[in-house]
């Protein structure tokens, strides 16, 4: 047990190339994932993210079969994911059964390309639970770049988005071009999404893009505030749960997501004992003739 | 368009300008050959019962909504191309609980959400701009709050801000009465009358109740199952119009400087069965 906390093997490991590599691409997808949260949440996306990183994986399967490299097939998976959804699921109603029959079918395809590949198995592994020891020069390079124009197109159609986002109705009035903000905006998610597929793989991108922004929403109403709050979190997640795996040697994904869920809960409690402390100052004769929030 | 913000449009201009106007739904005719031409700094309200087509009117005039025959030009260009110049408070519907948005971010919007670009210039002008807005409709004590826990009210009263906060040449209120009480509906209705005086803003007024405006109306558009009329308050809120345009008898009393509109309920029994919620959803 005591190898789950080795302090100096960790500060050794943390000088060897590789994990230096890794780090720098967790603290990159960190800063994706978090900015991205709020907007994902709120527009209740989160299935959709899953649904994309289903098909980064499909990408990223075809990728490694073919040998090209899985950086490469993963964002292409992603974008196409993000498209498909984009145009087959318009309808509210509709998404949600549309990003399930085709996260399963990319699934299902994903996994007889894994069956065609006869090259090291842990590669196969790694596209679905993460393979962070596997980031090279090259991939770092993708990643960086990806991630630097999802950025700044996010900084450039942040406030129309928002506006769509929250109240859709307005945004049409005032010319908000909501109808290919939306298409955009799922795209900027694929390409997060794929980042996130190889570091912590397919199944747990979720982990990085829904949860530390979830957590946020808890805590404050901001939208400013919460995608910080998001940012600061995901990074906890990403960098920390690599940290933490290094000496134990243990997948990095589990601590994560086990960091990213811990938060989450801690979020949750300090909501919860706000609304309390609220209600009893309520109760007690307030001064204020009305109460700041309603219960729901 | 060729406003210099002042809300004066070029002469000749009418803030709205609407000819053999028509709008159907299949078979179903909400209103035809309407001509309607609303200049600068006008106050119209605009009048009918549940489906009559007001909501649609308004959203004709956002250019979210074709018309089926005739023209319409909103500050001279087709509706649609100016709409930062056009406040528009929606029909009221709850907002999403979980929105990680306060009510001042939503008053923000107004000011610059159809903006590209980071905006982080200027955010000490905003802020105090914001600021504004949200006191002059009295919100400064929740506008802090999710907008999502707000009630109808406190949200109607946000929204009004939102409106007013982007300094719109042309004002459409799809019922900002609806769920205020009366101190309220006075704050909003003086400080959209403020905006009219000062700098000449057209407003186009739905509402169910015209008395809390009637001070300040010019003319009033009253639509009633397909037909309308359009005028003074006092030509069109009479008995004899009013019985005309509904097709059965209504009576208008007029009670210390307000105008009580008896029978118009009764007389549209028959007419209101396929229109009795305003629930179709926006064209998003
Ligand atoms: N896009 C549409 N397609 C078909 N019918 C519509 C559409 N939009 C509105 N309607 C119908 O037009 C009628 C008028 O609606 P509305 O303008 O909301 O009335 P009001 O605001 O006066 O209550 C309603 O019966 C509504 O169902
Ligand atoms: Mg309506």
Redesign the pocket.
């Known amino acids: 047990m005591d190898k789950l906390f080795d302090v100096e093997l960790t500060a050794r490991l943390l000088q060897l190339d590789f994990v230096l590599m890794a780090l720098g691409a967790a603290a990159v997808l960190g800063l994706v994932a978090g900015a991205l949260g709020p907007l994902i949440v709120m527009r209740r996306m989160s299935f959709a993210v899953h649904g994309t990183a289903e098909l980064a994986f499909t990408g990223a399967a075809a990728a490694l079969l073919l040998g090209i490299g899985v950086s490469y097939g993963a964002l292409a998976g992603a974008v196409i994911a993000a498209l498909l959804l984009g145009l087959l699921g318009g309808r509210e109603s509709e998404r949600d059964s549309v990003i399930g029959v085709i996260l399963s079918f990319g699934l299902g395809l994903g996994v007889l390309l894994l069956w065609f590949y006869d090259g090291r198995s842990s590669n196969k592994f790694g596209i679905l639970v993460g393979q962070i020891v596997a980031i090279e020069q090259q991939d770092l390079e993708l990643l960086v770049g990806s991630a630097v124009v999802v950025l700044i197109v996010l900084a450039v159609i942040y406030r129309p988005l928002l506006f769509a986002t929250v109240d859709p109705a307005v945004a049409v009035a005032r010319g908000v071009p909501v109808r290919w903000l939306s298409p955009l905006f799922a795209v900027l998610v694929g390409v997060a999404t794929a980042l996130g597929v190889q570091i912590v793989g397919a199944l747990l991108v979720v982990a990085l893009m829904v949860t530390p922004a979830a957590a946020a929403a808890r805590v404050t109403s901001s939208p400013w505030r919460a995608t910080v709050l998001a940012v600061v979190f995901a990074e906890a997640a990403a960098l920390g749960g690599i940290v933490l795996s290094l000496a134990p040697g243990a997948p990095v994904s589990f601590f994560v997501t086990a960091i990213s869920f811990t938060i989450y809960l801690v979020c949750r409690v300090i909501a919860y004992l706000r609304g309390r402390q609220r209600s009893l100052r309520d109760l007690s004769g307030s001064d204020s003739p009305r109460a700041a929030v309603r219960p729901s | 368009m060729s406003t210099t913000g002042t809300g004066e449009a070029a002469s000749g201009t009418g803030a709205v300008e609407m000819e053999g106007a028509a709008l159907a739904f299949g078979d179903r005719t909400l209103w035809s050959g309407l001509d309607l031409r609303v200049e600068p700094g006008e106050f119209v309200a605009v009048l009918g019962p ?1 489906g009559s087509g ?2 649609t009117l308004l959203k004709v005039l956002l250019g979210l909504q074709a018309l089926s025959a005739g023209t319409v030009r909103v500050a001279g260009t087709a509706p649609g191309k100016g709409n930062h110049r056009v406040g528009y408070v929606p ?1 009221q519907r709850a907002m999403d609980q979980q929105l990680t948005l306060r009510g001042r971010d939503l008053v923000g919007l107004g000011l610059d959400g159809d903006r590209w670009g980071t905006g982080l210039r200027g955010m000490r002008a905003r802020r105090r701009k914001v600021d504004e807005a949200v006191e002059s409709v009295g919100a400064t004590s929740y506008a802090s709050s999710p907008v999502g826990v707000l009630s109808g009210g406190e949200q109607q009263r946000l929204r009004v801000a939102q409106a007013l906060i982007g300094e719109p040449d042309l004002l459409l209120c ?2 900002p009465l609806a769920s205020l009480d009366l101190t309220h509906q006075r704050t909003v209705t003086e400080l959209i009358e403020r905006r009219r005086r000062e700098t000449g803003t057209a407003v186009l007024f ?1 509402t169910h109740e015209i008395n809390p405006v009637l001070p300040h109306v010019d003319r009033v558009l009253y639509l009633v199952g397909g037909r309308f009329l359009i005028g003074t308050p006092s030509e069109v809120m009479t008995s004899e119009t009013l019985t005309e345009l509904y097709g059965a008898p209504v009576e208008v009393v007029r009670v210390g400087g307000q105008i009580h509109v008896a029978g118009a309920q009764s007389a549209l029994c028959e007419d209101t069965v396929h229109h009795h919620e ?1 629930d179709h959803t926006e064209p998003v």
Do not use: A, G
Request: glycine share 0%; no cysteine; aromatic share 0%.
């Open positions: 549940n007001k909501t029909q799809d019922e739905v305003h």
